[in-house]
């Protein structure tokens, strides 16, 4: 019932910055939460930031003072601005979209940041 399509990941140096986008479409109305999560291969997929529709927002430890999570509710859709990036932010970024019931994943965008 909900997609999610993410976009702006890419090649990076270390130090630089990337704003990563997930647009949401479906029955978007049931989303309670919407974040951004990232993976390394043959790691645990981890929570980067998220934000509840009351507003309230949680961040990685390591995306604190870096990163900021931020949504248009016009557009429908959920950023993440990351600055200051580091080697170790190298994964494939996921967006979320949460219900009661369910998680919803986008396909991924690859992030890789060069040292």
């Known amino acids: 019932q909900v997609q999610l399509v993410e976009s702006g990941g890419g090649l990076v140096q270390a130090g630089g910055s990337l704003r990563l986008s997930c647009a949401a479409s479906?029955?978007?109305?049931?989303?309670?939460?919407m974040g951004w999560y990232r993976q390394v291969s043959g790691k645990q997929r981890e929570l980067v930031a998220s934000m509840h529709r009351s507003g309230t927002i949680n961040y990685a430890e390591s995306a604190k003072g870096r990163f900021t999570i931020s949504r248009d509710n016009v557009k429908n859709t959920v950023n993440l601005q990351m600055n200051s990036l580091k080697a170790e932010d190298t994964a494939v970024y996921y967006c979320?979209?949460?219900?009661?019931?369910?998680?919803?994943w986008g396909q991924g965008t690859q992030v890789t940041v060069s040292s």
């Open positions: 979320n979209g949460a219900t009661i019931s369910r998680n919803y």
């Open positions: 479906g029955s978007i109305f049931n989303l309670v939460s």
